[in-house]
């Protein structure tokens, strides 16, 4: 665990913190600019854990950037044990919530137009592309220590 | 990594294993139960998956199995880091399957029995449970060294 210590706080993290964030808001926000997501349950879980992983990243951005902007803050070994699993319960959740909403787009538009309008679709897999991208930053921040 | 080393070889190990491979072979036996499955893009996606996984849980188990009963095998630590990236890999791989296979069923069930008798949708239904109990050994795997 002593090798993830150099994570927190740096300023490799704060650029993977920011990313994710960007990345995690940017898909919610293609998700919800309609409410058609509310017919399908996989969504709205979807929606759920985007709105998680943005509370999370946001979090951890703030005080990554106190850390390094203002004052280096003590590193606790409890504190990272907590960091880590918490990256790694919203990376799980995130890969899910992306994996499971691009087969249903996949689906959707199998189906024809008349389920989901291209224009629609398009910002659907928008979406689930955007939760890729914030699932993967998420993942290397857990394999590779700064 | 050195605190990984006692997870390989070891009778815990064994046991996972053993649990993964009958996991992800009952997985991909009800899927595959009926041929159903080559209508739709996730569920051929989650039979290569599983595939996978269960060629990849088989041969650990036997360099296990080996090491437990017959001889015990020396540690390398390259062979650790390769065990670890490819647990890894399947672990992320099972869970995208699970999580696709089980939001198109769920979305199937929504659609009507035209779409997916109820026969067939709790075969899918189970063969997705299959996966993640699968997936949930494989993270366990990766998390907590024996």
Same mark, same amino acid.
């Given at each position: ?13 704060? /650029?993977?913190?920011?990313? =994710?964030? +960007? ?23 979807? @929606?759920?854990?985007?709105?998680? +992983? ?7 951005? @703030?005080?990554? /950037?106190?850390?390094?902007?203002? =004052?280096?803050? %003590?590193? =606790?070994?409890?504190?990272? +044990? ?19 909403? *691009? ?7 199998? /189906?024809?137009? *008349?389920?989901? %309008? %291209? ?5 659907? =897999?928008?979406?689930?592309?955007? /939760?890729?991208? *914030? ?7 857990? @394999? +590779? %220590?700064?």
């Amino acid at each position: 665990m002593e090798e993830l210590a150099g994570a927190f706080g740096s300023s490799a993290s704060l /650029a993977l913190r920011l990313g =994710q964030t +960007v990345f995690s808001s940017s898909s919610l926000f293609f998700m919800c600019l309609e409410l058609g997501f509310y017919s399908y349950t996989a969504f709205c879980y979807f @929606v759920t854990v985007m709105g998680l +992983v943005i509370l999370w990243s946001i979090t951890l951005l @703030v005080v990554d /950037a106190y850390s390094v902007f203002i =004052q280096s803050l %003590p590193i =606790q070994r409890r504190l990272i +044990v907590i960091i880590f699993f918490g990256d790694m319960i919203m990376s799980y959740l995130s890969l899910a919530a992306a994996c499971s909403t *691009s087969s249903i787009v996949d689906l959707l538009l199998e /189906a024809g137009e *008349s389920n989901c %309008p %291209p224009k629609l679709c398009d910002r659907y =897999q928008l979406s689930a592309a955007m /939760a890729f991208l *914030s699932w993967f930053l998420s993942s290397v921040m857990r @394999v +590779v %220590p700064q």
